[in-house]
């Protein structure tokens, strides 16, 4: 049973840095697709970043700069380093996964919540001005 839980998450000032991580289990197949998506107050769960089993990797423009997704193969373990954190980077923060490669459509355009079928409970991210 494919399981993933995210940890990391906190309360920073503008600015600040803060990483999240995914631990996962339950699935050893090579070939992956994983991403972060984030829900601000009263607003859609939008994605973030993506990565691919291959390294390929795409961002919300919105994160681009500030934010790294990567994954630690032998720990099982995503991560999102966010730097430069503004007010507007405020949210419940997700990972989800598929297990096959990421479909052509994530290079094209925004990550959708059906691209993944399996996800963690989240965590939250509070930034203040």
């Known amino acids: 049973q494919v399981q993933l839980v995210e940890f990391g998450g906190g309360a920073v000032q503008a600015g600040g840095s803060l990483r999240l991580s995914c631990q996962t289990s339950?699935?050893?197949?090579?070939?992956?697709?994983m991403a972060w998506f984030r829900q601000g107050p009263g607003m859609d769960r939008e994605g973030v970043a993506v990565?691919?089993?291959?390294?390929?990797?795409t961002y919300a423009d919105s994160v681009k700069g500030r934010f790294t997704i990567s994954t630690d193969n032998a720990k099982n373990v995503l991560s999102l380093d966010m730097n430069n954190l503004k007010p507007e980077d405020t949210g419940m923060y997700y990972c989800?996964?598929?297990?096959?490669?990421?479909?052509?459509?994530?290079?094209?355009?925004?990550?959708?919540?059906?691209?993944?079928?399996?996800w963690g409970q989240g965590t939250q991210v509070t930034v203040s001005s």
């Open positions: 990565l691919d089993s291959d390294g390929s990797t």
């Open positions: 989800a996964a598929e297990l096959f490669h990421c479909p052509a459509m994530v290079w094209l355009r925004p990550p959708r919540l059906a691209d993944f079928p399996y």
């Open positions: 339950g699935f050893s197949e090579a070939n992956y697709c």
